[in-house]
């Protein structure tokens, strides 16, 4: 796995990945020697690089950034390649970008403007990173959450729900990236399922309980 981006949700994904058998290359804007610690602590199967040096090393990439962030993700390395889209959009960080305040786009929909040779899968960015570490479980058990992806290539989100399921997580397929608004900032689905951030353990959600918040969205 290589990930465009190391931050909270990035160094979970890491964390979670190396810890069921996969080799994980983190990047960020900063440079690698900004990682060399946290590879350290992740253990032999990380290591730190370029973002382009991982986007070309990653069977999967993840792009973990900022939405203003986008223009500057590399296109070239992730031709082909099944891209994890974790981000959200938030003006007040990101600037308004008119498409998104328009709702004429969705994130990801941008994001693949930059990056057009990408098989692209909205995944993970609903859920607050510290329960995304603590409610992993493993196949079969009773309390498994489940988390929604949304992408327009049947290949890609195949190959996104063995890595999810890989990492202690079942499946809810919420359509196409024109539908992954229904798992935007702010919606149902958006952190409220796994419980409020003071329980930091969060609480499990069956298929039921995700299906009907992606249901209950409104645009």
Known sequence: MGLIGSGNIGRTLARLAVGVGHQVVLSNSRGPETLADTAEELGPRASAATNEEAAAAGDIVVVTV????????????????TVIDTCNYGPERD???PELDSKSLTSSELLLQYIPDALLVKAFNN?????????ARPAGAADRSYLPIAGDSAPAKAAVTEFIDSIGYNVVDAGTLTDSWRQA????????????????????VGEDGIRAALAAATR
């Open 185 to 204: 900032t702010g919606t149902p689905v958006w952190g409220t399922p796994y419980g409020p951030y003071s329980n930091e353990k969060g609480q499990p």
């Open 95 to 97: 600037g308004h970008i």
């Open 66 to 81: 900022p939405v203003s962030a986008f223009p500057h993700v590399t296109a070239a390395p992730l031709a082909g390649k």
């Open 127 to 135: 859920i607050f990173f510290k329960h995304l570490l603590s409610l």
